[in-house]
């Protein structure tokens, strides 16, 4: 039987650093559509990526959400996340959260974020 010092509570998760799909999901289309020619290939053998669902979600034409891969996707663009269903989402579009480990990760993340809708036009797509 395990101690009690090794058994910790789990605790709850800090609303403030979630982040839904559709955020993670618009990050992670500009930095693959951002690789060189002939990148993206050797991008995904490196890190065991199906390559051609990445291709697939580069493009928009996923047929279903990828949480999971986005995860490892964001991961390999170094920000470590947990992702979940949301057990109270209404819908598809709020099923999914990311949670960022820190509130320094999450605020990179949203600067880049926000850099890239600037890029597109001020408004996410």
Known sequence: MPTTDALKPLGFPNPQLFVPYADVLRYIRYRLKVLGHG?????CAQFSFPYTTVVNLKNGTLKRKEPRLLQRLLA??????????NPLATGEDDRYLFLFPG????????????YIDGLAGGAPH
């Open 103 to 114: 509130e320094p990760e999450l605020q990179q993340f949203r600067e880049q974020l926000t």
């Open 39 to 43: 990148q993206l290939k050797p991008f």
């Open 76 to 85: 390999a663009l170094s920000f470590e996340t947990t992702a979940s269903q």
